[in-house]
Structures are given as structure tokens and as C-alpha cells.
């Protein structure tokens, strides 16, 4: 099984993401890029990021510049077309269904044992259902897509 996991990063409770920190994710998620996809990248990196302020900040915004990372438009309001809403935080949810954790810690080791146990086929599903996503919106010229 070939992991799919590129990076994965936890913050201490009470901390906040703001455009700063999100722009320095963004830099070590190019460094684990190169480093996972070594030789392999021939046509750069599409991303995807909804609208949240710190995501759209100039200085995260001139991160994924500086990382050439192409960036796929995101309507506003369209939790329907963010693979982690629809599709890998609710497989992660049934994961993590019926288990009790005493601590952040443990919950962080759950969170990454449900990725290790991941394979590509994960991703590919949710960015298949992504593109299904995308030709129902536009077939309904931008109109709210659920399912």
C-alpha cells in the first residue's frame, strides 16, 4: 500500500491560524511535496483551499505564489466542493466513531493512525468526486450542488 499522506500538522489548543502561520504551512507542505514526489512533480501542483481569511491573506496568498502552487478557483459558500467537508473528515468521523480519548495527544495518534492506514485511493476517490462536484455546478450554471 503506497502512503498518500504528504503532511500532517497539529497546533496547541487556544492557538489560531492566521495568514502568517498558514503561509509557513504552506512552505513545509512544498518541502514534503518535493521530498514525497521527488522527480515525479512534471506539471507543478494544483491547490485547492477554501476561503477562510487566513487562506486568502496577502501574505498566504504570496505563499502559494512563492510555492507555485497553481490555485483552483473556490466559490464562495460552497462547502459542497471541499474534498475534506465532504469526503475525508467524514470518512476520519466514522474512523473515530465510538472511541474515548483522555487527551489531545491521543486524539492526535488516532488522527494519524487513520492516515497511516490510508492509501492513495482515498484521495483519488474524493478528487473524483470533486470533479463530479464541479460539472453539477456548472451544469447548474453555479447554483448550490448538496450531493
Given amino acids: 500500500m503506497q502512503r498518500a499522506l504528504c503532511s500532517l500538522t497539529t497546533f496547541k489548543k487556544g492557538h489560531t491560524i ?77 474512523h473515530l466513531a465510538g472511541k474515548q480519548y483522555q487527551t489531545d495527544d491521543e486524539v492526535i495518534s488516532a488522527v494519524e493512525d487513520f492516515f497511516e492506514g490510508q492509501d492513495e485511493r482515498l484521495y483519488t476517490t474524493g478528487i473524483q468526486a470533486l470533479q463530479q462536484r464541479w460539472k453539477k455546478r456548472v451544469d447548474r450554471r453555479g447554483d448550490y450542488v448538496e450531493k
Fill in 18 to 94: 492566521n495568514g502568517e502561520y498558514f503561509a509557513n504551512l504552506l512552505k513545509q507542505l512544498q518541502k514534503a511535496i518535493k521530498s514525497k514526489r521527488h522527480g515525479k512533480l512534471t506539471k507543478g501542483v494544483l491547490f485547492h483551499q477554501d476561503n477562510a481569511p487566513p487562506h486568502k491573506s496577502m501574505v498566504a496568498m504570496a505563499a502559494v505564489r512563492n510555492c507555485s502552487f497553481e490555485l483552483v478557483d473556490h466559490p464562495p459558500y460552497s462547502p459542497n466542493l471541499a474534498p475534506s467537508d465532504y469526503f475525508l473528515f467524514p470518512s476520519m468521523k466514522k
